[in-house]
C-alpha cells in the first residue's frame, strides 16, 4: 500500500471515529463508503466488503437511497474483482433498485450498466452484455468505452471485421480524448494507461492484414493519440511572454537539482525529476491549440486510414520508414514506402527484443562479441529488407522496446545498412512534429557554427577529455575564422543564453541518469546543465552534434515519450540531433568530426543527414575504426514534421 493511500484511509478512519463520537450517523454511510472505495485501492478487498456492509446498514437507516445504491455498485466490484460475476450482477440489480427515479441518477445508471458488461464478459454473456452496448452507443454518447467492448465481444466471437470496426471508433474517440490534454505529462499518463485498448485494435487489424488501419494505428500508439491532433507551436507573443515566466521557475529546481545530485539521494533525484516534469508540462500548456487532423471525415476507419495517407504524403520518395510493435506475445514489423505497405510477423517478443538489445549495447562497446545484431537483423530487418534496394534512406520510427537497438549497424548484401543507405531516427511517429517555441527564430544567426568545448570541470573527478582538444582545433582551423563562435572551456550561459547558430557542436562529459532522466547533464565547466534547462530553452539551430557519452540514452514511454539529452535539444527547437548512445571514443569522434566539416566545409548547404551519415560511412571506412564500438553508438534524430 502506497504512502498516500495510507494517508487517506488514515483521514477517513479519523473522521469516522469523530462522526461515531458526535452521533453524526447521516454521515457514517458516506464515510464508510469512502472507507470501502480505499480499502479496494489497495486490493484490501474483505475488509473493504465489511465496510460496504456497514454503509449500506447506516444508508438503510437514514433512508439514503443514493448511498444504498453507492454501496451496492461497490459491493458488486469487489465481487468481480474477487472472481464472483454472479453474485456480482445480483448486486447491481438491487443497486438499480435502490437509485432514486429522476435524471440525477442518471450517473450511476451508467457505471451499474458499465460494471454490469463487465461481468457478462466474464460470464461470456455475449448476448446480454451486447443489449447493454447497443443500448449505451443508440443513445449518441460518443465514450469510446461501449465501441471498445463492443469490439471486444465481435473479436471474441470470431467476427474480426465488426471487431475492427468498433475498435477504430474507439480508437478515434479515445485519441480525441487523450489529447485534449494539452500538456505533454497528461497525454502521456492518459496515452500509457489507455495502451491496451489500441493494441488490441492494432492486433485484430494486423490479423486481418489491413495494412492501411494497422499503420494508422500504429502511429496512433507511437504518437499517443497525437496523430489525430498534432500539437502547434508557439506562436503567440503572449504565449512567448507567459513562456519567459514559466522559465522563471527553473532556478529553484537548478540549486535543488544540483543538491540532488551532490548527495545522490533517490527519493531527492525522483522528487527533482517530477519538478522538472511539471515545469515542462507547463510549458506545454502554452501552446495553441490545434485543429483535430481528419475532422472531416465521418467513418472513424477512414480516419484511421487517413493517417496511413498522411504518412505517405509526408515520406520523401527516396525513403523506406520501418516501425516495431510488440502485441501480445509476437514483434511486429512495418515497413511504409509511397508505394508499398507492408506487415511482417517475427519470431521475437517484447522479451527477447529487450534481452538482445542490452547484449547488443555491450557488443557495441566491445564487451561481448557480436552475435545478437545479426539475430536482430534477421528478425528485424531481413522480412523487409528486399525493399531496400529501391530507396536510399532508412527512417526508423522508435518507439518503446526498440529504442536503442543500433538498426544503422545491422548487416545488408554482405555489408552494414549504413555503407548504402543514410539511416534517420525518429522519435514518436512521423506525422507530429515537435511543439517548439519560436522567440528563438526572432534572432537572426550570427554565425553559421557554433563550437562549445569543455574537456574537463573542476567539480567531478573525471579523466580529462582529450578528443576536445582536437575537435575545437577542426572547427576553428577547417572553417572560416568569421563563420565560427568557438568557446572552450565553455559555460552553461553559452549554451543557455548564447548566440544562435546553423550548426552547434557540444564537445564535452555528458551523464544519464536513467531513474531521473530530465536531471541528465552536460557538464560545463561552471556547472553542470541538465536536460530539462536544455528543453526549456530556445536554441532552434539547424544541426546540434553532442559530442558526449550517453546522451541519446533514454528513458522512453508509451505513445513515443522520451527524455533524454538528445530529445532535450529537439524540444528545445534542434532540428536534427546527433547523439550517442554508449561511451565514445575520443579518437573515432576526433576523426568522425573532422570529415563532418570537411564535408559542411564543401558543401554548406548538404542536409545535416547526409553529412551526418556520410561522416560516420567515413569513420568505419577506416581500418583502426571499423569495429561498432567507434561508430555504432552515434545516431541522427530528425523529424520528417518541421
Known sequence: MNEALETRLQWILEALAAFHAAKADRRLGRAYID???????GHDYYDALYAVDEAERHCFGNEDGGGIAAARYHRAHIYRMIGHPLEALRALELALDALPSGGRADGWRNQIRSERIFNNLTLERFDAALDDLNAWIGSGDTHYFA????????????????????????????????????????RRNSASANRFRLEQALNVALILDERESAVGLLELINTGGRAILPPNCLELPDDLKALDDVSQGSPALLSDALAAIASGNVDTLAACQDRADLLLSERDLLAAPASPSCADQKDPEESIKGIHARMIQLLPPDALMLAFSAVGDALWVVAVARETTLLRRTNLGRFGLNVLKTSCIYECQGLLECTSLEILQQELLAPVEHLFSQKTRIIISLAEDAYGVPFHAMSWRGGLLIDTHDVQYVIGGLTVGPAVPTKAMDRAVSRPYLFLGTPNVPYAQLDELNGVETEYRVVTGMMPASDVHATMPAASADLLGGERSKVMHVACHGIFEERSPLLSRLLFADRPVFAFEIALGSLASEFAFIAGCRTASAKSAGGGYVQSLASAFQKAGVRSVAASLCPIDDEASAVL??????????DPDCSPLKVFCAAQRYLRAQQEFEHPYYWAPF??????VG
Open 593 to 602: 568530426v573532422r570529415k563532418l566539416y570537411e564535408l559542411l566545409h564543401d
Open 35 to 41: 472507507l470501502a472505495i480505499n480499502l479496494k485501492d
Open 635 to 640: 545516431l541522427i534524430f530528425e523529424d520528417i
Open 147 to 186: 465501441l471498445f467492448y463492443r469490439g471486444e465481444v465481435f473479436e471474441r466471437r470470431g467476427n474480426l471485421k465488426d471487431a475492427l470496426r468498433d475498435y477504430c471508433g474507439a480508437a478515434v474517440s479515445l485519441a480525441r480524448s487523450v489529447v485534449t490534454n494539452r500538456s505533454d505529462r497528461f
